[in-house]
């Protein structure tokens, strides 16, 4: 056992280089109580992603309840397909065509931020940079070599990555982004690029788990029951040993 432990704690910090040489990944402080951000969220999804990307668990009935959209105001200006209301959140790309297309097939994205996490999506799109010899003239920090287009161009601009080579003990060259150098060609500042992707992520965090947001308004009625019942009780406790006293 003793020496189970020894080796264990011998390992240990293998473990955390090897964690550490992954790609950095920024925090997403993402806020499902936060309806404006979950509505810019799925306003952003439905223009930006949702032609290549779909939500398919989901019914646009229920994400326009679910964030306080009108049915009307989601059937004007988020049906993109010709689906009603009450259908799942789809859409008619070929995914044969799709893979030919961008080499692999875009993955439907409902359950997408509980697969790579909030912080890999949230880092993963704001790590787009330009690339001439891709056939979408960008690659990514954290997906390398993605067939996926940077189709926030508009918004961000395409940043340049700063390279450095370094060699490890073996003599192998490795050829590293250290960093991203927004160019400001896009609509947003780099403030206002981060938190649409803010409202992105909120927004694919909650389609992974809708009923967090009915849990967490269930949870102030449940406190507010409980505390009606303490005071309820307390007085009853006070009635019965009134004449006990
Ligand atoms: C033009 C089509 C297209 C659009 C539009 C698009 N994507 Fe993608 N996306 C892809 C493809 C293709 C891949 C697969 C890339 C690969 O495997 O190389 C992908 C991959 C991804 C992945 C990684 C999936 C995984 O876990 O491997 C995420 C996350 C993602 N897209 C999010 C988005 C979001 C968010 C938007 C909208 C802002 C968006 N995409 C818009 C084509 C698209």
Request: with cysteine; net charge negative; aromatic share 10%.
């Amino acid at each position: 056992m003793k020496k189970l432990l020894i080796a264990l704690v011998a390992l240990l910090p293998s473990l955390v280089f090897a964690a550490g040489t992954a790609v950095h990944l920024d925090k997403a402080n993402y806020d499902l109580t936060d309806k404006a951000s979950l509505q810019n969220g799925a306003k952003l999804f439905m223009n930006y992603c949702s032609a290549c990307h779909s939500t398919a668990h989901q019914r646009y009935q229920r994400v326009a309840t679910d964030l306080g959209i009108p049915d009307q105001l989601m059937k004007d200006n988020l049906i993109f397909t010709n689906s009603k209301i009450g259908e799942l959140m789809t859409n008619s790309m070929d995914k044969k065509d799709a893979a030919k297309w961008f080499g692999n097939a875009p993955l439907d994205l409902t359950l997408e931020a509980r697969l790579r996490g909030p912080d890999w999506i949230y880092t993963y799109l704001r790590s787009f940079y330009k690339d001439p010899a891709r056939p979408f003239g960008v690659n990514n920090v954290v997906f390398k070599d993605v067939g996926m287009p940077h189709v926030l161009e508009e918004l961000q601009g395409i940043p340049t990555a700063v390279f450095e080579t370094t060699v490890d003990e073996k003599g192998v060259e490795h050829h590293q982004v250290v960093a991203l150098e927004s160019v400001e060609s896009g609509e947003m500042s780099s403030d206002e690029y981060d938190r649409a992707v803010l409202d992105l992520v909120n927004f694919l965090v909650y389609s992974g788990e809708p009923n967090k947001l009915e849990r967490q308004s269930l949870g102030f009625w449940v406190i507010g029951f409980l505390i009606i019942l303490f005071v309820l009780s307390y007085l009853l406790k006070k009635e019965y040993w009134r004449d006990i006293h």
